[in-house]
């Protein structure tokens, strides 16, 4: 190795980018592009899912260079880490994924892979014990294993009927 000093204290640097030579090549600034496999290894989602998701979700848009490479910019990565957080930890379905897009923008699904805003549409969240109506009794007994998912079912869909009535 030359005497030329490094542009960076190697002592700075994350443990995992210490090793060999290649590795360095591995740590990259928050805002340099990446390749679809430094963002699959990231988010620990496979290459196919993320070419899957592009065609899903129209604001989640790579560069594409000559061949095809994809390069995902940093507001990509950024998208991205919400269409995660939306899909595998919150439950939410494409369907419901794409609604939310359209309706609240890509700055809402960034925010909540932030962390910054909760996933949590108003209309959805759970209403409190207050406001809560009393669930009408069932006609007919169900078994016991059945009654409280079942009962709680009906409790919902009688708030989005009133809801409904409400509306109209």
Same mark, same amino acid.
């Given at each position: ?102 309706? %609240?923008?890509?700055?809402?699904? #960034? !925010?909540?892979?932030? $962390? ?6 108003? @209309? +959805? *969240? ?5 406001? %809560?109506?009393?669930?009408?009794? #069932? !006609?007919?007994?169900? $078994? ?6 079942? @009962? +709680? *079912? ?12 409400? !509306?109209?």
């Amino acid at each position: 190795m030359s005497g030329t000093p490094l542009p960076f204290d190697p002592a700075d640097m994350p443990e995992d980018a210490t090793g060999a030579a290649g590795d360095l090549a591995r740590v990259k600034s928050a805002q340099a592009f990446r390749t679809i496999s430094e963002v699959s290894e990231e988010l620990d989602i496979p290459a196919h899912v993320l070419r899957f998701w592009e065609t899903k979700f129209p604001a989640l848009t790579p560069m594409k260079r000559g061949g095809g490479r994809r390069y995902y910019r940093p507001a990509d990565l950024a998208l991205l880490r919400g269409i995660r957080a939306l899909l595998y930890d919150e439950g939410l379905t494409i369907k419901g994924l794409q609604k939310m897009l359209r309706e %609240r923008g890509a700055k809402h699904v #960034v !925010a909540i892979g932030e $962390g910054l805003e909760s996933p949590m549409i108003a @209309e +959805d *969240a759970p209403e409190t014990d207050a406001a %809560r109506p009393v669930a009408a009794p #069932v !006609a007919a007994p169900m $078994g016991a294993s059945a009654g409280p998912a079942i @009962e +709680d *079912a009906i409790a919902r869909l009688e708030r989005l009927r009133d809801r409904l009535r409400a !509306a109209v």
